[in-house]
């Protein structure tokens, strides 16, 4: 069975401040890794994915994140934070059956 | 751009009533999906559909819930008779495909039980 921690409930950090969010990820097997981000009232949107190939994947709002198989890690960052990054973030795994198995999620608190 | 809609937005129920949450997925999108996330934890897998077949579901899933396609663009979910545990934020997916393709979510329905 697949299983997702993340690390931190909360993060807050300063505008144009890099940020982190970690995530590890067990699995037996070979799955397909997700961050999505929500903001305040809304759905789930996807940033970015990783499938195969080179493990660093580029997303959207200037997000990337690494994949790591030794240390099966997935961690979320941007080197530059804006206020309009507040929102809660969820990493994922999925197989091909499309059920998507999410991690506790962390709230990324941008500060002025 | 497409997206997946979801009303109500909120519903307050009387434990023991039936409840009925729709979604109206995105119009070229074959898989079908259903997670919650109870307040402060984390979101969870309910049931994918497809080909108007359950393809999988969860051990939450049980005989209280139902899912349907009515038609060609609504998705169901049923609850036949709610109970307190089941207040909780229900969120409806659609995916052109399954595994590595994206699911684009739906903005939740909050689901109050009392």
């Not at chain 1, 997700?34 to 499938?51: D, E, I, R, S």
């Not at chain 1, 240390?71 to 080197?79: A, G, V, Y």
């Not at chain 1, 804006?82 to 059956?97: K, L």
Request: net charge negative; glycine share 6%; aromatic share 14%.
């Amino acid at each position: 069975a697949q299983s997702v921690t993340q690390l931190d409930s909360q993060v807050p950090v300063f505008e144009e401040a890099p940020v982190e969010l970690r995530c590890n990820y067990s699995s037996s097997v070979s799955v397909y890794l997700f961050w999505y981000v929500q903001y305040p009232n809304q759905g789930l949107q996807l940033l970015l994915k990783y499938l195969s190939g080179s493990t660093l994947v580029k997303g959207i709002n200037g997000f990337e994140a690494e994949f790591n198989k030794s240390q099966t890690s997935f961690h979320l960052r941007k080197p530059s934070v804006h206020i309009s990054d507040t929102a809660e973030y969820f990493c994922a795994v999925s197989r091909n059956t499309g059920k998507l198995i999410f991690g506790q999620g962390t709230t990324l608190q941008v500060k002025p | 751009e497409p997206e997946v809609t979801q009303t109500p937005s909120h519903q307050v129920t009387q434990m023991g009533q039936e409840v009925i949450l729709r979604c109206v997925p995105i119009s070229n999108h074959l898989y079908f999906y259903w997670y919650r996330q109870i307040l402060g934890q984390k979101v969870e897998f309910l049931v994918s559909f497809y080909n108007n077949e359950i393809s999988e579901k969860s051990e939450i899933f049980d005989d209280q819930f139902s899912v349907e396609r009515p038609d060609g663009s609504n998705f169901t979910l049923k609850i036949r008779s709610t109970k307190l545990e089941d207040s909780a934020m229900y969120f409806c997916a659609s995916s052109e495909r399954q595994g590595a393709y994206e699911q684009y979510f739906g903005p939740g329905t909050r689901l109050t039980v009392t």
